[in-house]
């Protein structure tokens, strides 16, 4: 069975109710190797009241510090980032195939006084590679132009250019699959009316279209039409422009079972599509679906390569 390297993410989250909950299905299909120390677990352990499960593999985390139900703090942000980059090493080292993580919060990382946005700019930074964060599930995937910058700043990044090497890196990694390009602007712009980017992005899908001599891209489409149930049944991949013009509808229709997949980089990661959720965490209410699917997306992902 596949090695996965679980990335325990925000101990004062749903993310080790998670793991625990869901250990005996994924322990069937794959070897996960928790990065958590045991003296951390057993004190999850002790407030969700539960035992260790039956072949529960560890890859101790250095660090020591009082979980903190549903709180933010810096000690959990700190702890949550050594477990990736721990989960990365297993990867680097052969030692695993694949890294799973469970949520952390960003807050939580900026006061451990950490750079990074998220999962997916650590790893853009720490690889040195343009990686393309896609969420989704096998009705429907969204890739992201751009991620977590102000709404403001995204205009200016709509540019050919960028949009070209961006639609070519999603090409490689999901293959000869037709994909919706949304417009940025309402009525994707009203040819000029509403604004003029949505000509830079048709040129780009014109441009790679053209390099690689199949009609795959197209747009750019109506933001507002895009998802409906009509749109939808002749594509399952989508390029939208910003977070949430992409993530919110992908939310409102397969929140449970969605996951995050980083695409265009040296190792294979995937994660829950969802955040810490303080305010179920140690109560037992916590779903596991997502991180059951992205575990088996990352077991496809090693698959496939």
Known sequence: MKKIAISIGDLNGVGIEIALKSHDEISKICEPIY???????????????????????????EGDFTIEVGKVTQESGEYSYNSFMSAIKLCETSQAEAVVTMPIHKEAWMMAGLEYKGHTDLLRKYFNKDAIMMLGCEEMFVALYTEHIPLKNVPATIQKKNLVSFFLALHKSIGDEKVAVLGLNPHAGDNGVLGDEEREIELA??????ILDKELFVGAIVPDV???????????????????????????????ESVNISLSLPIVRTSVDHGTAFDIAYKGQAKTISYINAVKSAIKLIEKD
């Open 35 to 61: 990065c958590i120390n045991e003296n951390l677990l057993n004190q999850a352990l002790k407030i969700l009241k539960k035992e260790m499960p039956k072949n529960f593999t560890l890859y101790s985390v």
């Open 226 to 256: 895009a998802f409906t149930p009509h749109f939808r049944k002749n594509y399952t991949y989508f390029v939208a422009m910003y977070h949430d013009q992409g993530l919110a509808p992908l939310k409102a229709l397969y929140f449970d």
């Open 205 to 210: 899908i014109q441009e790679v279209n053209n």
